[in-house]
């Protein structure tokens, strides 16, 4: 909503127009509020969303047959350094 838009709501609804600079300003910080929760509301579903998938990736890891990755002790070696792996992203990720 612009500041245009703010005046017009303000004086259909009878707002004084001596206060109207403050109405604007108050509408402002409401409007930035709201876009700062939505944007911080978007970045953790994106992470939620992100820590999910790694986690399924992880899962796929360990369940790899023995007979796609070769010998026993050598795939299930190679499972556990790829999950372990895939999990040891996440231990990267921060809050901005």
């Known amino acids: 909503m612009t500041d245009k838009e703010l005046v017009k709501l303000a004086r259909f609804n009878n707002y004084p127009e001596e206060h109207m600079d403050l109405l604007v300003q108050w509408g402002r910080r409401v409007l ?17 969303a992100v820590r999910k998938e790694r986690e399924e990736c992880a899962k796929v890891c360990e369940e790899l047959r023995f007979s796609e990755l070769g010998p026993a002790p050598e795939a299930k070696r190679q499972r556990d350094l790829c999950a372990t792996a895939i999990r040891a992203r996440g231990n990267n990720d921060q809050s901005v």
């Open 32 to 48: 930035m509020a709201r876009r700062q929760f939505d944007l911080e509301l978007q970045t953790e579903n994106i992470r939620a």
